[in-house]
């Protein structure tokens, strides 16, 4: 295992559509975690999954964000209904109990 | 309300000589601190971390100090190398590392 993957790296969609992004963390790792980031700013936390559990939302995350992780391994979060103010680099991050986040690459989201 | 504060977007250091990255918070609460790195393109890498009962962590070339008084955290990474050229996130968390809080980060570049 190499690290946190990100699916797709990029993704231009135009205002409206949904978009869905996956996160593959490290296997053994059993918290998730996604963020996001716009330009000059650090990392804006959105949800934290342990296991298949989501413990936490922030109020960042509206009724169109919704974030899964069915089994406990990948997870997606998906977003309704996109708008401009969308666009972002959305991260996700794994770690093990106690212990400090591994980040994947980042899917940036472009909205036209 | 931004609890984690990075005031200095960029700092051009020689190669060779101390870079010293500063960050202060707010949130007396904070009972970890973690300095990232992030290259374009990548998502961030742990550099160093620091617990707030301690006041200094050194891994090599970097080393955090932690002022609890002032509310102050630096990093120094000594000597400083091409390499070390990046964002530097300073992040802080309240409760078993879950959910991140970060500063804007700052724009680290070695000169030749």
């Known amino acids: 295992d190499t690290g946190v993957s990100q699916n797709p790296r990029h993704k231009i969609t135009k205002r409206g559509q949904n978009v869905t992004f996956r996160c593959d963390p490290i296997?053994?790792?059993?918290?998730l975690y996604w963020y996001r980031q716009t330009l000059g700013q650090g990392p804006e936390f959105l949800t934290y999954?342990?296991?298949?559990?989501?413990?936490?939302k922030s109020r960042l995350l509206s009724d169109r964000f919704s974030a899964e992780r069915p089994k406990g391994s990948f997870s997606t979060l998906e977003i309704q209904r996109t708008e401009q103010g969308d666009s972002a680099m959305y991260l996700c991050?794994?770690?093990?109990?106690?212990?400090?986040?591994?980040f994947g690459p980042g899917t940036r989201l472009t909205v036209l | 309300d931004q609890q984690v504060k990075q005031n200095s977007p960029s700092l051009s250091v020689q190669e060779g000589r101390i870079s010293i990255l500063n960050c202060d918070y707010t949130n007396s609460m904070f009972d970890y601190f973690l300095w990232y790195k992030k290259y374009p393109a990548e998502g961030p890498t742990f550099l160093i971390s620091?617990?707030?009962i301690k006041d200094k962590n050194e891994d090599g070339r970097f080393t955090v100090f932690l002022n609890k008084s002032a509310k102050h955290l630096s990093l120094h990474i000594v000597p400083s190398q091409p390499g070390d050229s990046a964002v530097y996130f300073c992040?802080?968390?309240?409760?078993?590392?879950?959910?991140?809080?970060w500063g804007a980060g700052t724009k680290l570049i070695i000169k030749p």
């Open positions: 999954f342990q296991n298949e559990a989501q413990l936490e």
């Open positions: 991050a794994s770690s093990p109990p106690e212990n400090e986040q591994f």
């Open positions: 620091i617990s707030s």
């Open positions: 992040a802080a968390t309240l409760d078993s590392n879950y959910q991140l809080i």
């Open positions: 296997s053994e790792h059993n918290r």
